[in-house]
């Protein structure tokens, strides 16, 4: 250990036989692996084989191992198309927050302000509070009797009162609303990896601000909100609570069909396949994310 | 110009983002009907009023968040000092193994979880559906990777050179891990452990599929009782809520940094 230069490498350092015993510290491992391995990696694996077996009316499942589920899911126009509406809800509600964070993530990336703490404040205590909570508040506001239609009729612009909740839109609007937070402290990060000077020099040379954003901020900004769009996607695409909730059990996503399938059609089968899928999806997303995260240098 | 455009706009963005939870706070207090604007009124009745049903499930889910970030804590920490200090085989490999569950959307953890407590049933006869030990589990199995992922970054920025300098200056191995290197690590640990108690406090697909009849989470009981009766009162309970939260992140926010906070967490 005298050896040690002060440039000793970090890494090496820590793992020093000598020091605390780099075998010592291995076993400490072990509570973490049996845990997964128990409650996480085996049910996986039981809920992979689930989805193997074909559905042998409600809450069993035959003998048989077959791919006849997924080839069911992949064909049959209803599983299809709440796969279609889970991807189209989704890349919505990342178009809407992209267009709605870009700006905001801009402003806290480049000012100087005293008033940065208080507006991160604003922007993360919503991540922060509740799921059932944050949509609990939309009930008010979007519902029958609620601020947008009584805005809408007092001002005579509707003579009825518009449906913004249990249905597609209210989905739309609450889930915008749980992300949007994500995708601005994403874009954040990203803008602010992009030099002051290269915006200053774009506006020596002569372009307006509208040109310096399209020509030089959005294009390198782009590998760093492709990380952010990704990862946001995925956590819409996931989403249970708040598509159950603000969609009154009448917006069939990947979500709420599995729960339907699981806890009241009672169709194991189907049900493990709609999941396998939908992990495998958010878990292939999540890797793409990471890559071009990495790749962005985030 | 320009400048005015982009305030006009973060300022249009913070409105969306704190009207919901204006219109909890707002409708609490509302006289008339909780879904009703505007409010014909303005009273503090909701609050003596509350449901009783409300409490059970508070006092349940705080018990089954504390116990959730227990485990994860304990058993995160440990995979985060082997993953950095031992000498283990393929660690990068195992890093992704501990970290996986972040991957795998909260429903599907329900599903397994539920599956899980069918097989237990099948096998041994022991019912563990609807127990608060199945909850604490369910909910550990997404706490413990945002416990490890925040323990493994506070150790990327420890000083090594701190914890020979104990050994160095006559500690034991054991003193100078308890005395000098835990104590700093406490803070980043501490962040992944909040996450944790967050995330739990805040689920609903595994506690919907876990729970029962004895065990209903307060997030469940307020998912379940909008669905078929709105309750009044329950603007009251979300408002409290909100209050927990907030004065939470003020909290955090003068130990950490909210920012810095969020940071660990999601990296």
Known sequence: ?298 | MTRWLLNGWVALVIVFLVLPLTAVVVASFSSGPPLAFPPPGFTLAWYSEINPDFYPPLRLSLIVAVGATMIATVVGTCAALALQRGALPGKQLLSIFCLSPLMVPTLVIGVIGFRFTLAVWDTFGISTADTVAALIIGHSVFCVPFVVRAALAVQANYDMSLEEAALNLGASPVQAFFRVTLPLLTPGIAAGAIFAFLASFDDVPVALFLGGSDTVTLPVKIFTTIEFSFDASIMAVATLIVAGSVILMLIVDRLIGLEAFLGTGRN
């Open chain 1, 1 to 298: 250990m005298m050896s040690d230069t002060p440039a000793a490498d970090h890494k090496t350092r820590l793992q020093d036989p000598d020091l605390a015993g780099a075998w010592g510290w291995s076993w400490f491992i072990l509570p973490i692996v049996l845990f997964l391995v128990l409650f996480f990696l085996l049910p996986v694996l039981n809920l992979a084989e689930l989805s193997l077996r074909p559905h042998a009316g409600p809450g069993a499942v035959g003998e048989a191992l077959t791919l006849a589920n997924y080839m069911r899911f992949v064909t049959d126009p209803f599983y299809l198309g709440v796969l279609f509406d889970t991807a189209v809800i989704g890349l919505v509600v990342i178009s809407i927050c992209l267009v709605l964070a870009y700006p905001v993530a801009y402003v806290l990336a480049r000012t100087k302000s005293r008033f940065r703490g208080a507006l991160i404040f604003i922007i993360i205590a919503p991540l922060l509070i509740s799921t059932v909570v944050r949509n609990l508040g939309w009930f008010p506001i979007l519902g029958g009797a609620g601020l947008i239609n009584w805005a809408l009729l007092s001002t005579g612009l509707i003579t009825e009162p518009l449906r913004l909740m249990n249905n597609t839109a209210g989905v739309i609007i609450a889930l915008t609303h749980t992300f949007l937070p994500f995708m601005i402290l994403a874009l954040v990060t990203v803008i602010q990896r992009i030099g002051v000077e290269l915006e200053e020099a774009a506006r020596n040379l002569g372009a307006g601000p509208i040109e310096t954003f399209f020509r030089v901020i959005l294009p390198l900004s782009r590998p760093g909100l492709m990380a952010g769009y990704l990862i946001v996607f995925t956590s819409v695409i996931s989403a249970f609570t708040t598509p159950a909730m603000m969609g009154g059990r009448r917006v069939l996503v990947m979500s709420t069909l599995i729960e339907q399938q699981m806890r009241s059609v009672l169709n194991y089968a189907m049900g493990a396949t709609a999941a396998m899928l939908l992990m495998t999806m958010a878990a292939v997303l999540t890797v793409a994310s990471l890559r071009r995260a990495r790749k962005a240098g985030i």
